[in-house]
């Protein structure tokens, strides 16, 4: 039995969608859709594409050609993922050159086949060629916390962690994916649950959707395995639910950005050679999806090596440790990451109060920095009983992460602190130019200076709950002022 396709991806003309709009539509209610116009002038529209349309290879090889990326194997799996190699740029387009060279359609459709059929993903190009712009983030979204803080943070502090050079630990989530037609990406959800935006600079892919309340249909009966390829051999012992699942699908062509909202599995081919342009990233609309996620996969680890809980004098450590690992950040990267955002939104604030603003669009900025600080307090409400944060376990936190969370005089005097500030004030506007919001500053935040709480310690999520609430006060109806999409 095949696939039943139930809707079709909604498809918008971006240049026509305000940030408001596009909060209301699809970041609130979760949902995915294809923006068309957000890609006129983007410098790797016009180079790393031929004149009839296809990648312009050579330039890759003349520009970039050194560079060690990473290759899946589209016809060798390996767990839940394809097999991958590390190349050269030049290798791969070699390789690319060499396969285009057979009857495509046969190398796509060959069942069976021995050869291999590589896929470039993951290439970190922005962080390896920064001088060199190829694109230009759509201010949709551009209220990017993920990559906002990498760009001035490392993810783990621990440095136990650090040492571990595992694939998740990266050093941003943008990325730059190359394949020949025919190559995919297996069934999947976005690492942290986050949001992703992908790019087609040139080429055509199908995407398969399937809505985060169908998502257990494609898990086995004991909810430990999902559907590696819904196109493949699919037991029905195995997953009983499957045949019920209701897809949603759409193809993307050139010059196309797809949005994919946070839980939703998805999985991809390439119609025809392509190249995109893809990020990974999260802020205070999706936050609790990332939350909760990590609370999932703590709980599967901890209860993977409980038998050993009797006889281990850091249990707490080794189950942070195992999360960072698997998941690529465990609950104390997670404090450390929403107690800058929280400073630096509240720093943000109290900063536009000051200014007196008069400019409707700066109100608006606020407007979004008011519903980032109500996320961050709601998050860590949830987040206060939780083991982890327990007097015993924080006692036994690395130095590096109780310094990074602790002392907001400290914190507020970084130079890494005050590039995100920056960043985030930058991205704010960003998103806000054009936009015209009626918000009152006046009852948005008390008058008070925030280095009167220079003395004031974050040990804990209870404690920043409180230090949130001192502060803003006037605004903590948390839930209702928010109407974050809290899954």
């Not at 983030?137 to 136990?160: E, G, I, Q, V």
């Not at 398969?208 to 086995?220: A, G, K, N, R």
């Not at 994919?260 to 999260?282: A, R």
Request: hydrophobic share 40%.
């Amino acid at each position: 039995m095949g696939i039943q396709i139930g809707s079709k991806v909604e498809r918008v003309d971006g240049r026509r969608l305000s940030y408001r709009d596009f909060i209301d539509r699809y970041l609130k209610k979760n949902l995915p859709v294809v923006l068309t116009g957000l890609m006129d002038g983007w410098q790797a529209c016009t180079d790393w594409v031929t004149a009839d349309g296809r990648p312009n290879l050579r330039f890759f090889t003349d520009h970039f050609g050194k560079s060690i990326v990473q290759v899946a194997d589209c016809r060798k799996r390996d767990f839940t993922d394809q097999k991958r190699v590390e190349m050269s740029v030049s290798e791969y387009v070699d390789y690319w050159l060499g396969i285009s060279s057979i009857d495509h359609n046969k190398i796509a459709s060959s069942n069976g086949a021995t050869e291999s059929l590589l896929y470039l993903k993951d290439w970190h190009f922005v962080k390896e060629y920064p001088n060199y712009v190829a694109y230009t983030t759509p201010s949709l979204f551009a209220d990017d916390w993920l990559n906002l803080y990498l760009d001035s943070h490392c993810l783990h502090r621990d440095s136990d962690i650090t040492r571990d050079k595992n694939e998740i630990n990266c050093a941003d989530y943008r990325f730059v994916y190359m394949g020949v037609k025919g190559t995919w990406t297996p069934l999947h959800a976005d690492v942290f649950m986050s949001y992703s935006w992908s790019a087609n600079v040139c080429g055509t892919k199908l995407w398969l959707f399937l809505p985060p309340s169908q998502c257990h249909l494609i898990f086995d009966r004991y909810l430990k395995n999902s559907v590696y390829d819904v196109y493949g051999e699919i037991s029905e012992k195995m997953f009983p639910g499957f045949n019920k699942a209701i897809w949603w699908d759409c193809t993307q062509e050139q010059n196309e950005i797809i949005f994919v909202p946070s839980g939703w599995y998805h999985q991809v081919h390439n119609l025809e050679d392509t190249i995109s342009i893809n990020h990974n990233w999260f802020n205070g609309y999706n936050l609790f999806w990332v939350w909760n996620l990590l609370v999932k996969d703590y709980t599967e680890a901890k209860e993977y090596i409980e038998d050993i809980r009797e006889i281990c004098d850091d249990f707490e450590s080794i189950c942070q440790r195992n999360l960072a690992a698997n998941t690529g950040m465990n609950f104390y990267d997670f404090f450390v990451f929403i107690t800058r955002f929280a400073l630096a939104n509240l720093v943000l604030l109290r900063d536009l109060k000051n200014e007196e603003i008069v400019v409707s669009h700066l109100r608006s900025v606020a407007y979004y920095v008011s519903n980032n600080i109500k996320a961050i307090h709601s998050v860590a409400l949830s987040m206060g009983s939780v083991e982890a944060f327990a007097d015993q376990n924080l006692n036994s936190c690395s130095e590096e992460n109780r310094i990074a969370y602790s002392e907001i005089k400290r914190i507020m005097e970084e130079p890494d602190f005050h590039e995100l500030y920056t960043a985030l004030r930058i991205a704010l506007q960003i998103v806000c130019e054009g936009h015209h919001q009626d918000y009152n500053l006046g009852t948005a935040l008390k008058k008070i200076d925030l280095c009167s709480l220079s003395d004031f310690k974050i040990g804990n999520p209870t404690e920043l709950v409180k230090l949130i609430e001192n502060v803003f006060q006037d605004q903590i109806n948390m839930q209702n002022g928010c109407n974050i999409g809290f899954p």
